[in-house]
């Protein structure tokens, strides 16, 4: 359902309320201890006076870090699994090396952060860092960086695949990884609105395979000191986290002068 404008859509969604009725947005959040949080679009709509120019021929080769990926990774060579031979692989302790699948986003992130955002953070994640610690061998898959991003079609640059497209390629991976013998795959997330098909598929592909599925998401583990409170309540996406993450990990892709903050969830709030 479209509405042209956010008033008539908090009109819709109070009738609803005052009637019982749940109401399910894609950016609506519950909070692990409990109450709601949202963003809308107009937060990060699109500004006409934003456009960039492309980069000129050449500069492309500046986002590969190692390897001349096409997309920037922080990943060492030797946990590629891509960048293994048949034999090598083959030489794996196959029922206990953990493999880990990352899957994210090509999507609109506001103003100032680039639509491969999701991305380039699941790429920066130090998600092996606990198996390395273990002594678990572990070696990461190339990542799936197109997800279920309908919630941002309309934004030049999204682009998104469907939910049978996404659940459809996880399981085709999962197969094609228990066909090689592996038993252990790690699920790991970084965009929101892949959250509950990667949910689904870790359950079918234990089912369907006996894969040993582990599903993370974001960074579990983090604490996010130095976050404003307004940030935290209502921010999640292309917000502080993101911004701080890009800033550390690739800051010749961020665009500070671009900056927005508009909290339209502020005046949500107070009708709930
Ligand atoms: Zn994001």
């Given at each position: 359902?479209?509405?042209?404008?956010?008033?008539?859509?908090?009109?819709?969604?109070?009738?609803?309320?005052?009637?019982?009725?749940?109401?399910?947005?894609?950016?609506?959040?519950?909070?692990?201890?409990?109450?709601r949080f949202r963003a809308d679009n107009i937060q990060l709509?699109?500004?006409?006076?934003?456009?960039?120019?492309?980069?000129?021929?050449?500069?492309?080769?500046?986002?590969?870090?190692?390897?001349?990926?096409?997309?920037?990774?922080?990943?060492?060579?030797?946990?590629?699994?891509?960048?293994?031979?048949?034999?090598?692989?083959?030489?794996?302790?196959?029922?206990?090396?953990?493999?880990?699948?990352?899957?994210?986003?090509?999507?609109?992130?506001?103003?100032?952060?680039?639509?491969?955002?999701?991305?380039?953070?699941?790429?920066?994640?130090?998600?092996?860092?606990?198996?390395?610690?273990?002594?678990?061998?572990?070696?990461?898959?190339?990542?799936?960086?197109?997800?279920?991003?309908?919630?941002?079609?309309?934004?030049?640059?999204?682009?998104?695949?469907?939910?049978?497209?996404?659940?459809?390629?996880?399981?085709?991976?999962?197969?094609?990884?228990?066909?090689?013998?592996?038993?252990?795959?790690?699920?790991?997330?970084?965009?929101?609105?892949?959250?509950?098909?990667?949910?689904?598929?870790?359950?079918?592909?234990?089912?369907?395979?006996?894969?040993?599925?582990?599903?993370?998401?974001?960074?579990?583990?983090?604490?996010?000191?130095?976050?404003?409170?307004?940030?935290?309540?209502?921010?999640?996406?292309?917000?502080?986290?993101?911004?701080?993450?890009?800033?550390?990990?690739?800051?010749?892709?961020?665009?500070?002068?671009?900056?927005?903050?508009?909290?339209?969830?502020?005046?949500?709030?107070?009708?709930?």
């Open positions: 359902m479209r509405f042209t404008t956010e008033e008539r859509l908090n009109e819709l969604i109070a009738y609803c309320r005052s009637i019982g009725v749940f109401v399910a947005n894609p950016h609506v959040n519950c909070l692990e201890d409990g109450g709509r699109p500004s006409k006076s934003t456009i960039h120019a492309a980069p000129e021929s050449g500069q492309d080769d500046q986002l590969s870090q190692t390897g001349g990926d096409a997309m920037k990774t922080w990943i060492p060579d030797a946990r590629n699994f891509a960048y293994l031979t048949w034999k090598q692989v083959d030489a794996l302790p196959r029922e206990s090396t953990l493999l880990v699948l990352p899957t994210a986003a090509i999507e609109q992130h506001g103003h100032h952060l680039p639509l491969a955002t999701d991305t380039l953070i699941n790429n920066s994640a130090r998600q092996c860092a606990r198996a390395a610690s273990c002594g678990v061998a572990h070696l990461r898959i190339a990542t799936v960086c197109y997800g279920k991003s309908n919630e941002h079609i309309g934004f030049p640059g999204t682009l998104s695949v469907s939910a049978q497209t996404f659940l459809a390629v996880v399981r085709d991976i999962g197969s094609s990884v228990v066909a090689s013998g592996f038993r252990k795959l790690v699920l790991y997330n970084t965009h929101g609105g892949n959250t509950s098909l990667v949910d689904v598929m870790a359950r079918d592909l234990r089912a369907e395979f006996g894969l040993r599925t582990f599903s993370l998401f974001g960074s579990p583990d983090a604490t996010f000191d130095g976050v404003s409170k307004q940030e935290r309540t209502y921010g999640f996406h292309a917000g502080e986290i993101e911004t701080a993450y890009l800033l550390h990990a690739a800051p010749e892709l961020v665009r500070p002068d671009e900056y927005t903050a508009n909290y339209i969830a502020l005046s949500m709030s107070r009708n709930c």
